[in-house]
């Protein structure tokens, strides 16, 4: 079992930079992929991007301005985003994944364990 617990959301004008953490249990983090997600008021869960490995995914509309990175030891993964626009606002989810197949990271279903989500607002 992996807990994540997000924490870095707010409130940030358009062009502003926010950065989110997402803590996770476990003494196995290392072995997960582990992505982001975000949903919209209204919208589905859409992918933003996600890390294993050595290999990162992007979403195209993030491209750019989003990054992932992870720590092992401290057990935490980060978003960072930049150039924020109003269209990113959004709840953030992270999500941990046991899949050995990079092409389910684009999913919701190609993960175990998720997050309770933090709040990202971008105003224009």
């Known amino acids: 079992q992996v807990q994540l617990v997000e924490s870095g959301g707010g409130l940030v004008q358009a062009g502003g930079s926010l950065r989110l953490s997402c803590a996770a249990s476990g003494r196995t983090f290392s072995n997960y992929a582990m992505g982001w997600f975000r949903q919209a008021p209204g919208k589905e869960r859409e992918f933003v991007l996600a890390?294993?490995?050595?290999?990162?995914y992007y979403a195209d509309p993030v491209k750019g301005r989003f990054t992932i990175s992870r720590d092992n030891a401290l057990n935490t993964v980060f978003l960072q985003m930049n150039s924020l626009k109003p269209e990113d606002t959004a709840v953030y989810y992270c999500a941990a994944s046991r899949t050995i197949y990079s092409s389910l990271l684009r999913r919701s279903t190609g993960y175990d364990f998720w997050g309770q989500g933090t709040q990202v607002t971008v105003s224009s």
């Open positions: 890390m294993s490995g050595g290999s990162t």
